[in-house]
């Protein structure tokens, strides 16, 4: 059931509630206080008329009896019934009364009970028999009719009633306002409903779309603050909320980034030798044996290289350590600047450098390296140190039948050492 519905029900409930408790209540107690007053006054009449029938015929056994009775009384509701002459004419009442009290179409206003001086029902009203004894209960509440001090009858206050003509319009306009409100009550009911519900229902929605939407990833929302109601405020505390988790999440996606870039940094840094910034020996060692498989898989050539500066020891003892760690840089700056993209060189340890040759020949590789030394060796070291000389013997390997790079990495180290043995500042290979 909609919010809507549930609004307009409970509105119109309350409401139909509130009338009909109020209107009802107002209605019954009316009508119970009329009739009191009535019961009231046509008592008083009916004992005035009894008491003036029995006085006409000197007791109520001397009377002509029960259609005497009604006769009389007939004969005076109809000089009461009488229009009233114009004012100033009036004649005074006959019996001194408190005024006409008959029903609709002429009936009396009450059916009285009626008894003698021995308590026999004279008049039952349909509720007693013509003769027979009122019942004790009856006789408690019977008032006496006394003619020159002696009871010559009882008349019972219970009866039934019949309202005038005044009294019914009294009542049906008392029904019909009754009626007036309860439709009033419902259909403020409905529009009480509606209007509440339409403006809660326009929050709730756009609460809701906003939900979604930051739900879809946009979680800067703001949904339109109408009032100073609980609705309101939760409207205020769900842009508040909204905005405090974008920020949130803007700042985390900052830190995330930052994080990213200096885990990049750091794996970076792991990969690369501080001083030259080649790659080092775990991530070249890594890079090999992949490059091999792949060679192997591939039956494509592979070949490996091992360099190492000529009497590094002597550079740095004969002009220091920094200019040891000069030569270093500038060594490693040469070998990467004259390598291609798919070629892996590193740095190994101290003043060696490893270089990984995809796709190339034992012949290319070779020449590569002569080409390499000749760099390194014509470099202007002079202008480091007028009398630095730096010259490099490296050890070339090709066969794929050693196995594992590392293998040919050994094999290449074997290469190196005979460069080393034979001279230095040359390239061996086989
Ligand atoms: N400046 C500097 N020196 C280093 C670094 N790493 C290693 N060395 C030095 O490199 C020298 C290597 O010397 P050796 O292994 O004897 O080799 P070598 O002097 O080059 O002699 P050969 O290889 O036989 O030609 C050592 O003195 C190390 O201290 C470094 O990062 N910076």
């Avoid at 028999?129 to 408690?140: Q, T, V, W």
């Avoid at 939407?213 to 405020?233: C, F, I, N, T, Y």
């Avoid at 202007?380 to 794929?400: C, F, I, N, R």
């Amino acid at each position: 059931m909609s919010l809507r519905t549930k609004f307009m029900l409970a509105l119109l409930l309350t409401g139909l509630a509130a009338v009909a408790m109020v209107g009802g209540l107002a209605y019954v107690g009316m009508t119970k206080k009329v009739d009191s007053i009535r019961r009231e006054r046509a008592a008083e009449h009916f004992h005035e008329a009894v008491t003036a029938y029995v006085q006409q015929y000197g007791s109520w056994q001397a009377s002509p009896g029960k259609d005497g009775f009604d006769t009389f009384m007939h004969g005076r509701r109809q000089v009461e019934d009488r229009p009233p002459p114009p004012e100033g004419r009036r004649p005074p009442r006959e019996d001194g009364g408190p005024g006409p009290e008959s029903g609709r179409r002429g009936e009396p206003p009450f059916h009285f009970i009626l008894a003698d001086q021995n308590f026999n029902v004279v008049l039952g009203a349909g509720v007693y028999e013509h003769g027979e004894p009122l019942p004790e209960s009856a006789r408690k509440n019977a008032r006496p009719v006394e003619v020159q001090g002696r009871v010559v009858a009882y008349v019972s206050p219970e009866g039934v009633l019949t309202p005038s003509k005044e009294e019914q319009q009294y009542l049906d306009a008392m029904r019909d306002a009754l009626w007036f409100g309860v439709s009033g009550a419902a259909v403020l009911a409905l529009a009480l409903g509606l209007l509440l519900s339409r403006s809660l229902g326009r929050t709730l929605g756009h609460l809701t779309s906003a939900v979604r939407a930051m739900h879809g990833g946009s979680l800067l929302q703001r949904v339109p603050v109408e009032g100073k109601d609980e609705v309101a405020e939760l409207a205020a505390a769900f842009n508040a909320m909204s905005e405090k988790l974008a920020r949130s999440h803007e700042e985390l996606s900052d830190s995330h980034q930052t994080i990213l870039v200096q885990a990049e940094q750091l794996r970076e840094l792991s990969v690369r030798d501080a001083l030259t910034k080649l790659h080092n020996r775990r991530h070249f060692d890594e890079q090999a044996t992949t490059l091999f498989s792949h060679a192997v898989r591939h039956k494509r050539p592979f070949s490996v290289v091992i360099g190492d500066i000529d009497f590094f020891k002597r550079i740095n003892d004969n002009f220091s350590h920094a200019t040891g760690d000069i030569v270093l840089r500038q060594v490693g700056e040469i070998l990467r600047s004259h390598m291609r993209l798919s070629d892996l060189v590193a740095r190994y340890g101290g003043e060696e450098f490893v270089i990984a040759f995809p796709e190339t020949e034992l012949p290319q590789a070779a020449a590569l390296c002569d080409k390499l030394r000749g760099i390194i060796e014509s470099f202007p070291w002079h202008q480091v140190h007028p009398e630095l000389k730096v010259t490099m013997s490296m050890g070339v390997y090709a066969d794929l039948a050693a196995g594992t790079a590392e293998a040919m990495l050994q094999k290449a180290d074997a290469l190196l050492y005979r460069a080393k043995e034979t001279g230095r500042n040359r390239v061996c290979f086989s």
